[in-house]
């Protein structure tokens, strides 16, 4: 098939303006065009599919309704924004979707103008919205600002501050669009029929046109309005649950299904003409047009994500069986049961598990609640939105030194989703907060011995592990033994052989690996360290000065994460603090992320674009090599 035969519509679609002109007749089949698009694209790139699936008419109608990029769009989470992209103005290069140097997953500034804010983490939107909408009343602007809430972003903290703090008189719209959960109280026939009514033309023209002739009335007009208003506000209420918006001083229109063009548009015409803070509840289906992920959105939510055997996969069967035999065990997961591992755990122990939704900080204070009163919590949360709970686990959790145990999943660079959701802080800014122990388990034998031993711990710890499975050359290499200790591993016997050591954690270990393999291909006996222990430092420093041989030697530490305030900064701390004498003769540096958050300009390994790649490694080892003082025992 021809692609103008594939997408007949959708091929006349060269930016935003041609979405406004085109005919009402010709909506459907750009509707249908577009989501074959998104399957045909998706299911190639990976990325997320069943949302956007979901909000096709939704974009389409306020690109057509509103004047974008003067009037701006923020989508919350951002991966609901690939519609968006396609119809603005990157239709041609969506094939790069999450490549390195194409388009983001997410909306991101810069990347076009129709872009007007970064959304990579959820329940953002409404703050930044809000933003925007008073910066134009103070200017005196006529933009208008939509922020379109789906997939949970409504449970985060954050968008209910924000609904809080807005002004009614602002040209604000929000749009809450209702796929997975479950918002109001009613959907009932009549509420179904009501919602319908309330959707079309002739109801706001009809509610206009008797608002002003009862309001003219002598005398009567005015009361009888009133008493009619609140009526209608009551039945609503009862219906809807509208009275959380409307207390709150904002315009609640809805709920409609918002898979349903015609009544989609016609909601939105009516919010830009209320000339205030307007709410609108859409429901729409996730999935929607394509039977695989209609039937089962959640394996659909992220095309291309691995679910056999890898650490997450691991952890959620092994807690599992923990549970069976422990009935103080429980989980905790912010709205990603599925993504952390979860979801037999759900199944089987139903009582003693936990989706919190979209609020990391209250998942970990939630969690030091529980351990307080004498449970075994376990909150899995991946790594780049666990710092959204900072200061819970300071506050919360570390300084009452309470046993809260937290899984830090995809605790690695992520090379698709790009810099909002790079996993690489965690060990930073856990390593500053006293009381907390922090483990990388390098195999899935490894997390079963640190679970088994998190069981019996009363103090709080972090197990962080990557998105991927065992490798067997970390297997061979470091476990070959059976080798069941917790601290250190090592590729290599008599530690007085070498000249250089590389240090390291995780899975980049393999790229320490392969450094080696070039140092000793040159005649430079090398040896790797894998540290499974990171904090106390004082343990996995102590470990290390065993393997360190007495004379000069380059030691090189290469990490996954941040340089400044990372695992290889405080460990040579706290080796050139306790072991002076040991380390005068040695020549050290650090590779690891250097003060930047790793963006791919191009096709290439993540690690070669982060500058922590085994070529990297080889490079600063060799000019470590090159300076080490001459050892006279060997002259």
Excluded: W
Aim: proline letters at 3%.
């Amino acid at each position: 098939m021809m692609e103008a035969e594939k997408y007949p519509i959708l091929n006349k679609i060269n930016g935003n303006k041609d979405v406004r002109e085109l005919a009402a007749s010709d909506i459907p089949q750009l509707c249908t065009d577009i989501r074959e698009f998104l399957v045909e694209n998706v299911t190639k790139t990976g990325g997320h599919l069943a949302s956007n699936l979901g909000v096709v008419e939704l974009t389409v109608a306020i690109h057509r309704v509103f004047d974008l990029p003067h009037d701006r769009v923020i989508f919350d989470v951002g991966h609901q924004s690939y519609v968006h992209k396609i119809i603005s103005d990157r239709k041609d290069r969506f094939h790069t979707l999450r490549q390195g140097g194409g388009i983001s997953g997410f909306e991101k500034l810069g990347e076009s103008e129709f872009d007007s804010f970064g959304t990579g983490h959820a329940s953002t939107s409404v703050s930044a919205a809000l933003g925007y909408a008073e910066a134009d009343r103070i200017y005196g602007r006529d933009n208008y600002t939509i922020a379109v809430l789906g997939d949970g972003a409504f449970t985060g903290g954050m968008i209910h501050e924000a609904l809080n703090n807005c002004d009614k008189d602002l040209r604000l719209i929000v749009i809450l669009n209702e796929n997975e959960m479950s918002i109001s109280r009613n959907t009932g026939a009549l509420a179904k029929q009501i919602a319908k009514t309330r959707s079309s033309k002739r109801y706001f023209k009809f509610k206009r046109g008797t608002s002003s002739v009862l309001s003219k009335i002598p005398l009567i007009g005015k009361p009888l309005l009133s008493g009619m208003r609140r009526i209608k506000t009551f039945a609503k209420h009862a219906l809807y649950g509208a009275s959380y918006f409307e207390g709150l001083g904002l315009k609640y229109l809805g709920p409609i299904d918002g898979n349903n063009y015609t009544a989609v548009e016609h909601l939105l015409e009516e919010a830009k003409r209320q000339g205030t803070s307007v709410i609108l509840h859409l429901r729409t289906k996730k999935g929607k047009g394509y039977a695989p992920a209609e039937e089962n959105p959640s394996l659909y939510h992220s095309v291309g994500t691995p679910y056999d055997g890898n650490f997450s996969e691991h952890f959620g069967k092994k807690l599992t069986e923990m549970a069976k035999a422990d009935d103080k065990v429980c989980a905790i997961t912010a709205a990603m049961e599925d993504g952390v591992g979860l979801s037999e755990f759900a199944k089987a122990h139903p009582d003693r598990f936990f989706d919190v939704g979209i609020a990391e900080e209250h998942a970990i204070t939630f969690a030091a609640g529980l351990a307080a009163a004498g449970m075994k919590p376990y909150a899995a949360i991946y790594s780049t939105f666990l710092q959204r709970s900072y200061d819970s686990i300071i506050h919360d959790v570390a300084l009452q030194n309470l046993p809260v145990r937290m899984i830090v999943d995809r605790a690695s660079l992520a090379s698709g989703d790009g810099p909002t959701h790079h996993g690489i802080f965690d060990v930073a800014f856990l390593s500053s907060i006293p009381n907390l122990c922090l483990f990388a388990p390098a195999t899935l034998a490894s997390l079963d011995r640190f679970l088994d031993a998190s069981l019996h711990t009363n103090m709080p710890i972090a197990i962080r592990y990557p998105n991927m499975g065992d490798d067997e050359r970390i297997i061979d290499t470091f476990f070959k033994d059976d080798d069941t200790d917790t601290v250190a591993h090592t590729d290599f016997g008599d530690p007085e052989k070498n000249k250089a050591v590389i240090i390291t954690y995780g899975r980049i270990v393999t790229e320490a690996m392969a450094a080696a393999d070039k140092l000793r291909s040159q005649g430079i006996q090398t040896g790797v360290i894998l540290l499974e222990t990171l904090k106390p430092y004082s343990v996995s420093a102590e470990r290390i000065a065993k393997l360190l041989p007495s004379g000069p030697c380059a030691v090189l530490f290469l990490e996954e994460g941040m340089r400044y305030g990372g695992a290889g900064m405080l460990t040579f701390d706290k080796l050139s603090s306790k072991y002076e004498k040991l380390m005068k003769n040695k020549r050290t540096d650090i590779v690891a992320i250097d003060d930047n958050f790793v963006v791919r300009t191009q096709e290439e390994s993540v690690f070669r674009t982060a500058k922590i790649s085994a070529n990297d490694v080889l490079r600063t080892m060799v000019h470590l090599i090159a300076t080490l003082p001459i050892d006279k025992n060997n002259l």
